[in-house]
């Protein structure tokens, strides 16, 4: 008897957290596409304003800082087609916090990223083109 009491706790908990069904595995594996894909428009992005700014003067930061303000809506796309992926897999609101934060982590480690690769990228492009 101790036992079946000991379970309807348990019970109870599983059913208050699935407040709702699993997500299709094939939604979830489009959202995780459509999400990748977003993060690489937004480095390209970058990439590209970098490249349309590499003649002017600006120190190699600045361009970089320039570039990535100007791909800032990209960015912000990516952290919220991440959230949907990841939220589309959860089913309770404490993992709904976690989607959000770890959009968030995404998004700044993204952006970091982007920053780092742009630096050296024009620090390169300008360090060569004065050899030739």
Wanted: charged share 25%; net charge positive.
């Amino acid at each position: 008897m101790k036992s079946v009491l000991a379970l309807i706790p348990v019970t109870l908990l599983a059913a208050a957290c699935a407040s709702r069904a699993p997500a299709d595995p094939q939604a979830v594996s489009e959202a995780n596409e459509q999400w990748q894909s977003l993060r690489a428009a937004y480095t390209m992005c970058a990439k590209d304003q970098a490249d349309a700014g590499m003649a002017g003067s600006a120190s190699a930061q600045d361009l970089t800082s320039a570039a990535l303000k100007a791909c800032r809506p990209r960015l912000d796309a990516m952290r919220a087609a991440f959230r949907d992926y990841l939220d589309a897999q959860m089913v309770s609101s404490h993992g709904h916090d976690g989607a959000r934060q770890a959009a968030d982590r995404v998004s700044h480690d993204t952006e970091a990223k982007t920053r780092s690769y742009l630096v050296r990228y024009v620090e390169r492009e300008r360090y060569t083109a004065k050899l030739q």
